[in-house]
């Protein structure tokens, strides 16, 4: 690895380290929507296997949200679990045959859900246990 990659390696790093567990959520969304648009390029490109791979990514980013969802969190939870199975069940599609529309279909849940995470954390300068917002800090 180059000195640059080592650079960039190390900054990724440490604002992980650093982040808030909603700003951890924050950088979750963001990766996704990054390796969503870079499916898309690589899936206009002819590329179905750099698609493939990063959709793969994606699908292993929304089983990290899935599980950092507290079973007690109630309707706000189990939305969000329902949500993340669909997100997942077009990826897969995506993934079996390359297509474009679920790809697009998830990237833009995906920027509704980051803009509403960005604006709770921004709200409350914090976010509850696990990333989520607590249920009063949504209303």
Known sequence: MNSAHAVVDTYRKQQIM???????????YSSARTRLRRALTSLAAGDAKSATDQLARVQDI?????????????AISDNLFRLYEYMTFRLVN????????PIQEVSKLMAVLHEAWEQAVQR??????NGRPEVG???
Do not use: N
């Not at 650093?18 to 979750?28: E, F, K, M, N, W």
């Not at 409350?124 to 246990?129: L, N």
């Open 124 to 129: 409350t300068g914090t976010a509850g246990q």
């Open 94 to 101: 995506a993934r079996v045959r390359p297509d474009p529309a």
């Open 62 to 74: 929304v089983t990290e949200l899935m599980v950092t969802l507290d079973p007690k969190g109630g």
């Open 137 to 139: 800090e949504l209303a």
């Open 18 to 28: 650093t982040a808030s567990p909603g700003q951890l959520v924050l950088l979750l």
